[in-house]
């Protein structure tokens, strides 16, 4: 058992999750047969951010339910535990609806004699456990926490009477620091509307209709051009024949979508590139994640790299002589573009669009004047947009520092 380096209240002691369980199991190890509507069927997604969600969830039928059930069967103050991705989050049952459970998700029945089982949920959901649950788990792309190491994550184990002062201690401070955070997030998701908002206005001047193509009556001066008319061909590269040279790898997952901008891009040896980094990228080229596009993994290339070379996943838009690439940027940004491409999306599990098809949007293209004046104007806002919701960010982190804290704090014995 893992040891303690504080000194611990009288009557307090360190356990471990297998002492104070009647049973842990995980959900099912094989997927159903899905239904239209049933029984719910949680998976990870539906438990890993501190609620119970049914909003989205898969249906298996009762009879499949009924057969999971005598394994896994969740039950109000049971726990469930995330163990595959999002590992070592906690979330009590708090419903009497009938559910079953996926194998990425634990359930772990606690002893109601010993344990309050608000009291055990966010003990396992203090620093000190999560940190626990963190090193136990195995892989990096498949990350999983397996039943055997949950077993063995320790925390300050506080007699009953004890625990539920606690608990209503927490729940009174707790409460309080999640509403606010919440009202931050609202902030948050407010200030990107009002930017989108601001963008709209700003390519339809005249906000004159839209239809559902998402075309509009131009200014005078302005035409509809497709993006096919107004970027060059670019080229693909293979970095495996190029095997001792550093290639800079641009994946999705280096896009920021809040930014709309390039993070943490993977250096590689030519010899261990995947076989999808193909497409050649540069200097103000503009890059759109052709792969669930409403998720808007889109970037402008604002820095020299060594050796840049992107990902298949996107779409290389690199702006010929009648546009500005910053224009192009801002205005495959919009949800003009959104509405255009939908047609196209085709794949119902993994949404995607051709680069073909996706070229087919059309865009406004004002003379090269108005151009940089746009970009002017919406560089400004952005500026804005950016500033306010770092600091929006920056008071939900440091609240979300101060619930930390809080928890820690309450299983050392000093809430």
């Known amino acids: 058992m893992e040891q303690v380096l504080y000194k611990l209240p ?16 995980d959900g099912a190890h094989k997927t159903p047969k899905y239904t239209d509507d049933g029984v719910p069927f949680l998976s990870v997604k539906d438990v890993n951010k501190g609620l119970i ?18 394994r896994c069967n969740p039950e109000r103050n049971d726990i469930l535990y995330t163990k595959v991705g999002s590992t070592g989050v906690a979330k009590i049952v708090d419903t009497d609806r009938e559910f079953s459970l996926f194998v990425s998700v634990a359930l772990l029945k606690p002893k109601s004699e010993l344990i309050d089982s608000k009291y055990f949920e966010y003990a396992l959901n203090s620093p000190e456990s999560y940190a626990q649950a963190q090193a136990l788990t195995r892989g990096v792309a498949n990350r999983n926490l397996v039943l055997k190491d949950i077993k063995s994550i320790t925390f300050n184990f506080a007699p009953i009477k004890e625990q539920k002062r606690i608990v209503e201690k927490l729940d009174a401070l707790l409460t309080r620091i999640d509403t606010a955070i919440e009202h931050l997030q609202e902030s948050v998701t407010l200030a990107d509307l009002l930017y989108a908002s601001e963008l709209n206005e700003i390519f ?6 839209i239809n559902q193509n998402g075309i509009y009556e131009l200014p005078h001066g302005w035409e509809w051009q497709e993006l096919a008319d107004v970027v060059v061909k670019t080229e693909n590269l293979n970095p495996l024949k ?12 280096s896009v920021d979508r809040d ?13 261990d590139a995947p076989s999808r ?33 992107a990902s298949t996943g996107f779409c290389v838009l690199r702006a010929n002589e009648k546009v500005l690439p910053a224009y192009l940027f801002y205005f495959v940004t919009t949800d003009f573009v959104q509405a255009q491409i939908e047609p196209y999306v085709g794949g119902a599990s993994y949404p995607a669009i051709t680069d073909g098809n996706l070229k087919k949007a059309l865009i406004p293209i004002p003379g090269c004047e108005e151009q940089k004046r746009i970009v002017e104007k919406i560089n400004s806002i952005g500026k804005l947009h950016v500033g306010l919701k770092e600091q929006l960010q920056f008071k939900i982190t440091s609240l979300r520092q101060l619930k930390a804290s809080i928890l820690d704090s309450a299983f050392k014995g000093e809430l």
């Open 204 to 209: 339809n001047p005249r906000s004159l209709p």
């Open 242 to 253: 190029h095997a001792d040279q550093i290639w800079t790898y641009i994946d999705i997952s």
């Open 277 to 309: 980094a193909k497409k050649h990228v540069q200097l103000n080229d503009v890059i759109f994640a052709t792969t669930r596009p409403n998720l808007k993994n889109i970037a402008l290339i604002r820095d020299e790299y060594s050796s840049p070379v």
């Open 259 to 271: 930014r709309f901008a390039i993070k943490d891009p993977k250096e590689i040896l030519g010899k």
């Open 10 to 25: 009288d009557g307090w002691k360190r356990v471990c999750v297998d002492d104070v369980c009647t049973k842990i199991t």
């Open 53 to 70: 969600d049914f909003s989205n969830t898969r249906f298996v039928s009762q009879e499949t339910h009924d057969d999971l059930y005598k």
